[in-house]
């Protein structure tokens, strides 16, 4: 009679010489405390490049001013984190009301646990948590989630983003994507305080700005006459994001128009692309194609390559950016969002529920 085989454990063929039994480590799923987070941030530390200082760990997942993050984890049989799901808390614009939202953060599965479907059950755990709590859950995942997101009966895929690029030196842009030398910089170097200077273009400037000191109340109204759902932008939570991290650094300028504050716009130079990360201002085509060009001249001045501005596709800004010399596009991802969310938003239009009824940009998902 063969020897019986329990379901945690995993056998070579049956008749195979020398067969072994290996037994397969059994995990518990729990919510992650905040007293947790040391632990949490050795694990990020072992598989990416870093290190990440506990200080970061401790702004991305306890600093938010709309509460703690929301952390699934697994453990194995000796106690050992091997996995973990975090979400950060967002509030939304959700068919003109406010919404409590999660955004999912930067998972990991250890490598010695992965292919035993640890990372589904964390997705699976939040969003029991999301029903049951009532509230969104959005993401752009990677390549490597998106599959299990598809396969995840409680999310759905709502569209693609888009990225638009301006290039400003245009040699060096295009030698650097096609993996050629990159040519020498021409002319004086870059003043390390020139992203400090205003800059105008007719009626629309850009001011540089070391803090926020308004809730931008004009620009959430109006955009809401435009768009279903986007992230709410208020001062305490704009301070939290852009100002707050030990380690990241961005650059924000508030968006005038002759002379009353009408939004802002911020920066992040990687490797000398200058990533719009988060642009807000009233759907208006003539001050966004203003304040575009300006943030082009922004990024010339910090010393960037190109400018890139990656958010949803469709988006009442990308057109405008278009007819502001970012002439160059290409998709950058996949909008998932919950299942239950999408059907409240869907019930806004008479046809199927679709990407141009969002507005989200790189700021709502760059904490990697």
Known sequence: MSPSIDAGSLSRPQGAPGAVRAEVPRYTYRRLTMAELP???????????????LAEAEWLYAG?????????????ETGALAGMRPAIPFRLCWKGQERIAYEFADALVGHAHRGRGIFGRLVNAICEHAE??????????????????????????????ETLARPIAWRRYLARFLGMP???????????????????????????????????????VELAT?????TLRRREFLQWRYFGSPVRQYRVA?????????????????????????????????????????????????GAIA??????????????????????????GSLVLDRLSG??????????????????????????
Not at 132 to 161: A, H, W
Not at 352 to 367: H, I, K, S, T
Request: glycine share 8%; charged share 25%; aromatic share 12%.
């Open 39 to 53: 632990l949490l941030n050795e694990l990020y530390n072992q598989h990416y490049a870093g290190p990440r200082p």
């Open 64 to 76: 938010n001013p709309y509460g703690e993050s929301l952390i699934y984890a697994a453990f194995d």
């Open 132 to 161: 049951k709590e009532d509230f969104t859950l959005f993401s752009i995942p990677n390549g490597n989630s998106l599959p299990i997101y598809r396969r995840t009966q409680r999310l759905q895929v709502l569209g693609g983003t």
């Open 182 to 220: 990159t040519p020498s910089r021409a002319g004086a170097p870059v003043s390390a305080q020139g992203w400090r200077a205003r800059l105008v273009d007719g009626a629309v400037a850009l001011e540089p700005v070391d803090c926020f000191d308004c809730d931008f109340e004009e620009a959430h």
């Open 226 to 230: 435009k768009v279903a759902s986007f």
């Open 254 to 302: 508030l968006v005038k128009q002759d002379g009353r504050t009408r939004g802002y716009v911020v920066i992040r130079l990687i490797d000398e692309i200058a990533h719009l990360v988060d642009v807000f201002m009233p759907p208006d085509r003539e001050l966004a194609r203003g304040a575009l060009k300006l943030a082009a001249k922004w990024a010339e001045r910090m």
């Open 307 to 332: 400018v890139h501005f990656n958010a949803s596709r469709g988006n009442v800004f990308h057109a405008a950016a278009a007819r502001s010399g970012y002439c160059l596009w290409k998709p950058s």
């Open 343 to 368: 059907d409240l938003l869907e019930s806004r239009q008479c046809g199927p529920l679709g990407v141009r009824d969002a507005y989200f940009v790189m700021g709502d998902f760059d904490f990697f």
